[in-house]
């Protein structure tokens, strides 16, 4: 007679399909969380930071050139106390315009940046879901026909006993 495996219980491969069952319940969240939050630092990086310092740009820009047309009229008027807080105010205000000139270039290179940095991990993120999705659902099939076979080559060798 033929050898015949002596298979007593299951109970590793259903503990082991209920294991991969939560790792896919915890590991999807998880990735949709990761994904989300790259997506959100991008949009406040190329958005919402880049509107806001436009925006200063412009206000800034105008109390320039409100500085300097003061300037201007305080040098007309001949007043040296009035043209000297002039100067420093158009200087101040030039050096105000120059923060926010800085401020889009490092928002313009911290998007090329995230982008060079994050996109890379992006695509490895995707490739991961899509194999949890299919490589892993598979795998829980196959497992659950694993289980199906050994309790029916189980019952088989209690009925000949």
């Known amino acids: 007679m033929a050898e015949t ?17 939560v790792y896919l319940g915890k590991a999807r969240p998880l990735l ?14 190329e958005d919402d930071q880049r509107r ?16 300097r047309a003061e300037l201007f009229n305080a040098t007309l008027s001949k007043l040296s106390t009035t043209t000297a807080l002039s100067q420093m105010a158009v200087q101040r205000a030039d050096r ?26 992006i695509k490895q993120i ?16 196959y497992l659950e026909r694993v289980m199906e076979a050994l309790e029916a080559y189980a019952s088989i060798g209690r009925e000949q006993k």
């Open 5 to 21: 495996a002596n298979i007593t219980s299951l109970d590793a491969i259903e503990a082991f399909r209920a294991g991969m069952v």
């Open 32 to 45: 949709e969380e990761i994904s989300g939050e790259i997506i959100r630092t991008r949009q406040w990086i």
């Open 52 to 67: 806001h310092w436009e925006n200063q740009l412009r206000l800034r820009s105008r109390k320039l050139e409100e500085a």
């Open 96 to 121: 105000s315009v120059r923060e926010c000139e800085d401020k889009l270039k490092m928002i313009r290179k911290w998007s090329r940046e995230l982008e060079n940095r994050t996109g890379p991990l």
């Open 126 to 141: 995707e490739q991961f879901k899509t194999y949890l999705a299919t490589d892993m659902a598979q795998a829980m099939a």
